[in-house]
């Protein structure tokens, strides 16, 4: 009996490393996501008569592609998570609108931010703070745009407008959402910690060890702008088990991680309007964070009771009707391109495979870490009191 399961297990295992799995998945991803995004051009004329209706579509269309991703980390991988956070805090999440301060050190820590929201009901009108290359990036960029995200070019004088802008036009959106926030600006790497720390240097500021120095005017803006809308700040520290490394393509081998994430509620109320103050609030969170990053190095633990909020069968749902959808009618191309033994046929179709093989090898180099932003990689000079 235990040979038979050990012996599934292993086929199970080989069957999801294999590409074809993989390039299923990202054919699946990319060509629903590409009729989803023309379900969101459509919505445009509903806007002109109906901005909140518009919107509330937008939400629904938005999940459609995002809890794809998530799907493949909790369905696929199996990926377990482990919410460490305060009892009397819990039964707000999802309640209410939140600005959502996550750690940048993973390459799926994006991923892990969208697997927090979902479990809590909030995937589909999450919002981010993004550079603007992103909105024009088929699929994820253009979901973002109809979901109203907040893109910026990270030079703070073009940002000031824009950006305010951006966050102003979300005071009366319809549903509750988390606006998750990387305030280190770009993921963690030895030398863009270096280059961080030289900052911290020669502003006088403690250094940090594992953290980079967070850039305090995208967060200071944010605030400001959503103060009367947001109620809190949900501090977010992610790390997984046994020093693990996770990875996406990990991920789509099917890997199995299991993420550790310290959620603490802090009331907007208690952070201070003014833009210094504000500033020097959020370095002092940082070293909060570096001394509770610190002692998970030690223990393997966070702090406080834990529980775990369980998937939802909905995310799976969605990627089985979307992958019957775009998967009818390839199947019915390949058995023609088969039956007909066209030479041109045959060939066109390992053009588009080859094509889609490539699409999704260049999705999976950009999560990785070595192919991150340059963002960081430079000293900052010292007046320079962070960009958003």
Same mark, same amino acid.
């Given at each position: 009996m235990f040979f038979r399961l050990s012996w599934r297990m292993g086929l199970l295992s080989t069957l999801k490393s294999l590409f074809i799995c993989h390039l299923i998945i990202g054919y699946v991803f990319l060509v629903s996501g590409l009729l989803i995004n023309l379900l969101q051009v459509c919505t445009l004329p509903v806007g002109l008569v109906s901005k909140q209706l518009a919107r509330r579509i937008n939400i629904r269309l938005g999940y459609c592609i995002a809890s794809q991703v998530v799907a493949v980390l909790e369905w696929w991988s199996g990926t377990e998570c482990t919410l460490y956070t305060d009892p009397k805090s819990y039964p707000l999440y999802g309640k209410e609108n939140a600005i959502v301060l996550l750690n940048h050190n993973f390459e799926i820590d994006f991923l892990c931010g969208w697997t927090f929201c979902e479990r809590f009901g909030v995937l589909g009108s999450s919002k981010v703070l993004a550079k603007q290359e992103l909105a024009y990036v088929p699929v994820i960029g253009w979901m973002w745009y109809f979901l109203e995200i907040v893109f910026c070019k990270r030079k703070w004088e073009e940002d000031r407008r824009l950006v305010a802008q951006s966050l102003q036009n979300l005071r009366d959106y319809p549903e509750n959402y988390w606006f998750l926030l990387f305030c280190e600006g770009t993921r963690f790497t030895p030398e863009k910690h270096q280059a961080s720390m030289q900052v911290a240097e020669s502003k006088g500021l403690p250094k940090l060890k594992y953290h980079l120095l967070p850039r305090t005017k995208g967060f200071w803006m944010t605030v400001q702008n959503l103060r009367g809308t947001v109620s809190a700040v949900y501090d977010s520290t992610l790390n997984f088990r046994d020093n693990e490394t996770p990875t996406m393509l990990g991920v789509l081998n099917g890997k199995k991680y299991h993420a550790d994430l310290y959620v603490r509620r802090i009331p907007l109320e208690l952070i201070p309007e003014e833009e210094k103050e504000c500033a020097a609030w959020?370095?002092?969170?940082?070293?909060?964070?570096?001394?509770?990053?610190?002692?998970?190095?030690?223990?393997?633990?966070?702090?406080?009771?834990?529980?775990?909020?369980?998937?939802? &069968?909905?995310? @799976?749902?969605?990627? #089985?009707?979307?992958?019957?959808?775009? &998967?009818?009618? @390839?199947?019915?191309? #390949?058995?023609?391109?088969?039956s007909s033994g066209s030479a041109l046929t045959i060939i066109a179709a390992v053009v588009v495979s080859s094509a889609a093989s490539v699409a999704v090898?260049?999705?999976?180099?950009?999560?990785?870490?070595?192919k991150g932003s340059k963002y960081g990689n430079r000293e900052v000079p010292p007046n320079t009191?962070?960009?958003s």
């Open positions: 959020l370095h002092k969170l940082y070293q909060e964070k570096d001394e509770l990053q610190g002692a998970y190095e030690k223990t393997g633990l966070f702090p406080g009771p834990k529980t775990s909020p369980p998937r939802q &069968l909905r995310t @799976l749902m969605n990627w #089985l009707f979307w992958s019957c959808v775009v &998967l009818y009618p @390839l199947g019915l191309m #390949l058995t023609h391109v088969i090898r260049w999705m999976i180099g950009q999560t990785e870490i070595g009191n962070g960009s």
